[in-house]
């Protein structure tokens, strides 16, 4: 079974704080996405990665970045973090037309 | 651009009803077309996809989806729904494959006994 874990299911931040969410998947796929989850919104992209060090950015790029240095895993950065960016974030890897999800990571920031 | 529209946020029915879950996409391109589900506090799963050939896609848990092209349709359906499949159903479009996915609204289907 392919799996994509997230370092975390729920997190806790402060406004201003740098935070780093954790991606790792174990099936060798060379892409992989950061979506955020909003209710009604569906899911939107935030950035996606084809290749190590190789990143482009997605619909809702901004206060976002992504490090990608070993093929199996994905950082998003909230580089200083925000109410509005109080939300859900999943992480999925893809290949032969199916993307693969995390649990999903439920961050707050006050 | 591509974008995806579920046309219903929520649908109600009883157990052992049928229901249909309707999404709508817009593209100038071909394109792969994907429903995914989420039951609570759980990540996204795969139901069933369209990548080419026949226009009826049979998926898990006896979902199916019909692509339409004239119509730019790809709605979801199930004879007979159980408490189970309460859950948000999102529909997804890719012009490219296994490339990023542009994911509709979703639709709350909640199953009543």
């Known amino acids: 079974d392919v799996k994509v874990t997230q370092s975390s299911r729920y997190l806790v931040k402060r406004t201003g704080e740098k935070v780093f969410l954790e991606c790792v998947q174990d099936m060798d796929h060379e892409n992989m996405f950061w979506y955020r989850q909003d209710p009604g919104l569906g899911l939107r992209l935030i950035y996606f990665s084809y290749d190590v060090k190789m990143k482009e950015k997605g619909d809702i790029p901004e206060g976002y970045s992504v490090s990608r240095e070993k093929k199996e895993r994905l950082s998003l950065i909230l580089e200083s973090a925000s109410t509005n960016q109080t939300s859900m974030y999943l992480c999925?890897?893809?290949?032969?037309?199916?993307?693969?999800f995390g649990q999903g990571t439920r961050l707050t920031v006050v | 651009a591509q974008s995806v529209t579920q046309l219903d946020s929520q649908v109600p029915v009883f157990e052992e009803a049928p229901v249909e879950l309707r999404c709508n996409y817009s593209s100038s391109v071909s394109v792969y077309l994907f429903w995914y589900v989420q039951y609570p506090n759980q990540g996204l799963q795969l139901l069933l996809k369209y990548l080419s050939g026949s226009t009826l896609v049979k998926g898990i848990n006896g979902f199916e989806a019909e692509f339409n092209k004239s119509q730019t349709s790809f709605h979801l359906r199930k004879p007979s729904v159980h408490i189970s499949d309460t859950a948000e159903y999102f529909c997804?479009?890719?012009?490219?494959?296994?490339?990023?996915?542009?994911f509709g609204a979703g639709t709350i289907l909640r199953v009543k006994s």
């Open positions: 997804a479009v890719s012009m490219e494959y296994g490339n990023k996915l542009v």
């Open positions: 999925a890897s893809s290949y032969g037309g199916e993307a693969f």
